[in-house]
């Protein structure tokens, strides 16, 4: 053992006369464990509310979003085709969109997003069926249009349901605000449907507002004799998709555009990413906290130490070595509280996840706490705090370095 670890761990083991710089000591390790272990779980709780809300937008939402400026696309079969001959491409659906308003027999009304699926190639781009609580998306598929008693299915949120008072088998009706005109004014247009199945996707914003129907119920109310609105496409590596939109546009010409899933929902996730580096800011001053600790801890051994460093500085010792040893402390007390904040934070990260003991109220998405851990992040919070300490370490070691050993033994 090199002996200035070898004084460094007998400075840390003795029993000193002081015995409130043990104390400070002690305080620094529990500094930085508390803080290690906060930030990894503050981190880990961001990103399970990150991946939490991109799983549920990405369940009812595709990845990519091709549309014709200023008209249908007609001929939408071959640009399926077409699209699915991309290799990052796995799915592909057409779709009708609209904004419409719902009423129900017991009284109830409601604004809604109308959307025209396939039921056949809609399931391979959005999971809108592992939502629904009952009927399926096969559902939608007209029965008999013969049938003197036959409406058109439809699809509504768990919301929904309970805004317009209505379940399996009652009917609603859909008002079109753009109906024909008539010399007493433009006159809504109404379409009676049966609720087929009801969905909970668990997000407020889409079980209150979604609704979904057939392409021949969707065309017939909205008076569209063909072509659909646009495709949604699914593809192999979500974070890929803003590349692929970009040479699907640049593969189709100027006449089309294609939207990717990051770019729709952009605000959300920069807003998320804003708050987990602010968060993790705000708690990254308990480390920053505990750094101080550790220097007031050092300047206060050197002071009680002033006299052995000069002894070892007359018996030839440098102040290269001088400084190791006091280094040394700050890096093991550093060390130690790392790696207990680290243990602390995936233990306590592991009983969030297993136990799931702290719940969440129905505005967000999740009923549990959301907890993920990436590697990525434990490793670059052991690493900040270990150089957060090695930095604290630097001016009490060289103070300690800059002792005259003539003057700290003039009067002993």
């Known amino acids: 053992m090199r002996f200035e670890w070898y004084i460094c761990l007998r400075y840390l083991k003795a029993k000193r006369r002081q015995g409130f710089i043990s104390l400070i000591t002690l305080i620094s390790i529990v500094g930085v464990a508390v803080g290690v272990m906060a930030l990894i779980v503050v981190l880990a709780v961001m990103t399970g509310f990150t991946d939490g809300f991109r799983a549920k937008i990405l369940g009812i939402n595709s990845h990519i979003v091709v549309q014709k400026y200023g008209s249908p696309i007609e001929d939408y079969s071959a640009l399926r085709d077409r699209m699915l001959a991309i290799p990052e491409v796995i799915g592909a659906t057409p779709y009708l969109y609209s904004q419409t308003m719902i009423s129900s027999p017991a009284g109830g009304g409601t604004g809604a997003i109308l959307r025209g699926i396939d039921p056949a190639t809609a399931g391979t781009v959005v999971s809108i069926g592992e939502h629904l609580t009952v009927g399926t998306l096969d559902d939608l598929n007209d029965t008999d249009p013969t049938d003197p008693n036959y409406l058109p299915s439809i699809l509504i949120g768990k919301e929904m349901a309970d805004q317009l008072r209505v379940g ?72 890929q998709a803003d590349r692929i939109a970009r040479r699907i546009e640049a593969d189709l010409g100027m006449a089309y555009v294609a939207r990717d899933w990051i770019k729709m929902n952009k605000n959300l996730f920069s807003a998320l990413k804003l708050e987990k580096v602010a968060i993790s800011i705000t708690v990254a001053l308990i480390v920053l906290v505990a750094a101080f600790n550790i220097v007031s801890t050092l300047i206060m051994v050197v002071m009680e130490k002033g006299r052995d460093i000069a002894i070892l500085k007359s018996m030839g010792a440098t102040s290269r070595s001088i400084m190791r040893i006091f280094i040394y402390e700050g890096l093991i007390i550093g060390l130690t509280g790392t790696v207990l904040g680290i243990l602390g934070g995936l233990g306590l990260c592991e009983l969030l996840s297993r136990y799931q003991f702290i719940k969440l109220p129905e505005v967000y998405p999740m009923s549990t706490l959301p907890i993920k851990v990436l590697t990525g992040d434990v490793v670059t919070i052991g690493t900040a705090a270990v150089l957060i300490t090695f930095i604290a370490t630097l001016y009490p070691s060289w103070q300690a370095a800059r002792i005259d050993p003539a003057v700290a033994l003039r009067y002993e």
């Open 168 to 239: 399996l088998g009652d009917r609603i009706r859909l008002i079109s605000p753009s109906g024909p005109l008539t010399p007493m004014g433009v006159i809504p247009k109404l379409k009676a449907c049966e609720v087929r199945g009801i969905f909970d996707t668990g997000m407020y914003e889409y079980d209150s507002s979604l609704v979904y129907v057939s392409m021949d119920t969707a065309r017939d109310f909205l008076d569209l004799e063909s072509g659909v609105h646009g495709l949604e496409l699914k593809v192999k590596d979500i974070y």
